[in-house]
């Protein structure tokens, strides 16, 4: 098992929809992050949690230590939404980071 | 705006060459730099984590003669891929921490051999 997992791994929408992505992990971790990788395979670093919840324009991340479990949200979704993300969990112990397996959004016009 | 710069973003060599990718920290000192693999379809894979004047430290499985890392400044790290072969074909990409919970990403290298 790994120690991020995240679901679902593919998901297809419509534009509009309401997107919800799941991350769990297993691990202590000092923070979490989810990242947004581009066809081209740049990553762009949406959001850094280690508590609550987070807002950016239609992005809204939370997270739950006890649970140890996170969510990304995407409200009224865009096709230049699509992409790949990622959760990925900042270790206590030594700075890595543990990432998911990514999930790969669609979003269809 | 970038706060680490990796270039370059795509390259194509022959096989038997040396490729050089960068990584430079703008505005701010990177002590520290890891190097990720990534192949299609799968999550990055951690190679090796560089410290300012120390030798690189490199994950299990990974070849410290074939993958060069040098970190010689607190701005600049670099990875070299030794007698590339068509198998070394991925993308590349950098991190560096800033701080204990900050995480800044490179642009990513796509290289080719053939």
């Known amino acids: 098992k790994n120690e991020v997992e995240q679901s679902p791994q593919n998901l297809t929408a419509q534009e509009g929809e309401f997107i919800t992505i799941n991350c769990s992990y297993s691990?202590?971790?000092?923070?979490l992050h989810w990242l947004q990788q581009h066809p081209g395979g740049g990553i762009v670093s949406l959001f850094m949690?280690?508590?609550g919840k987070k807002k950016h324009g239609r992005l809204i991340a939370t997270i739950n230590i006890q649970e140890k479990h996170s969510s990304l949200h995407i409200t009224a979704s865009h096709p230049r939404d699509s992409a790949v993300y990622i959760c990925?969990?900042?270790?206590?112990?030594?700075?890595?980071?543990?990432f998911g397996q990514g999930t790969e959004l669609s979003v269809k016009p | 705006g970038a706060v680490v710069s990796q270039h370059p973003s795509w390259v194509i060599c022959k096989s038997g060459t040396s490729v050089k990718i960068e990584c430079r920290s703008l505005?701010?000192?990177?002590?520290?730099m890891f190097w990720y693999r990534q192949f299609p379809k799968q999550s990055l894979m951690l190679m090796a984590t560089?410290?300012?004047?120390?030798?690189?430290?490199?994950e299990q499985g990974v070849e410290k003669d074939k993958f060069l890392i040098n970190h010689a400044s607190l701005t600049l790290s670099t990875l070299t891929v030794t007698s590339a072969h068509p198998e070394d074909s991925s993308f590349y990409i950098c991190?560096?921490?800033?701080?204990?919970?900050?995480?800044?990403f490179g642009q990513g290298t796509r290289l080719t051999v053939v």
């Open positions: 990925a969990a900042l270790e206590n112990q030594g700075g890595k980071l543990i």
């Open positions: 691990v202590g971790i000092s923070a």
């Open positions: 949690l280690s508590s």
């Open positions: 505005d701010f000192q990177a002590t520290t």
């Open positions: 560089s410290n300012e004047g120390s030798k690189a430290t490199y």
């Open positions: 991190r560096t921490p800033r701080g204990s919970t900050e995480a800044f």
